[in-house]
């Protein structure tokens, strides 16, 4: 099936700090979803991004789909960022379900 | 509150009880799915029902009993667990239906129910 591989696993910021996160794929996709999952275990959806680029207030992704990876962006950091971002994706050929990731886990200290 | 609810919160059972995990949604949507959430490990997909089918099972042991009665309710029946079974269960809803589900099947997730298994 399709291997998702994101960086870093872990990551420490000081209130304000921007930051990007990375998450690689193996095939070609259909789907790829990016998610926040906060300190009480939500996952909340960020963006449906199977290519280009998208932007909601601070956070930004982008999606090469040509080169299998795609970028979260967070500017202005602020401790309610804090907790695990998740990357989904869907492959075109590895079958019809999401594979996530294993998470970066983000720290926003004040 | 996604649109997505899930009931208990919280669930602590011993090894011999039977307990259910209930899911709602409010969305419309035509696609539910149960998810496990162990310790250091990415979401795993359990079962997937579309337009109350079951589409999928993830060789998920025979402990889990899925039900779906339509559209909008998705329960996971629990008997005889194992402590390592341990876990954040998350139930999904997504708009897509049918078998291929590709293409902008957007995952709503509830809040989901951590079980602890004595």
């Known amino acids: 099936g399709i291997q998702v591989e994101q960086s870093p696993p872990d990551l420490i910021l000081q209130e304000g700090a921007n930051s990007t996160l990375r998450c690689n794929f193996s095939?070609?996709?259909?789907?790829l979803q990016w998610f926040h999952q906060n300190p009480w275990g939500q996952l909340i959806n960020l963006f449906y991004?199977?290519?280009g680029t998208k932007q909601n207030g601070r956070l930004s992704a982008t999606t090469v789909a040509t080169e299998r990876y795609s970028l979260l962006y967070i500017s202005s950091s602020q401790t309610t960022d804090s907790g695990v971002y998740f990357c989904?994706?869907?492959?075109?050929?590895?079958?019809?379900?999401?594979?996530f990731g294993e998470g970066t886990q983000l720290t926003v200290n004040p | 509150e996604t649109g997505v609810t899930q009931t208990p919160r919280h669930l602590v059972m011993g090894m011999t009880n039977k307990k259910s995990l209930k899911c709602e949604q409010h969305?419309?949507?035509?696609?539910m799915y149960w998810y496990k959430q162990s310790a250091k490990k990415p979401l795993e997909l359990m079962f997937v029902?579309?337009?109350?089918?079951?589409?999928e099972n993830n060789s998920v042991p025979s402990r889990f009993s899925p039900e779906c009665p339509n559209s909008s309710h998705l329960f996971l029946h629990l008997h005889t667990l194992q402590p390592e079974d341990s876990a954040l269960y998350l139930c999904?809803?997504?708009?897509?239906?049918?078998?291929?589900?590709?293409?902008?099947?957007?995952?709503?997730f509830g809040a989901g129910s951590r079980l602890t298994v004595l």
């Open positions: 999904a809803s997504s708009r897509g239906g049918g078998t291929g589900y590709s293409g902008a099947n957007v995952l709503t």
């Open positions: 969305l419309g949507h035509n696609a």
């Open positions: 095939d070609s996709v259909n789907n």
């Open positions: 029902y579309s337009l109350e089918e079951r589409v």
């Open positions: 989904a994706v869907e492959g075109e050929t590895s079958g019809s379900r999401l594979t």
């Open positions: 991004i199977p290519s």
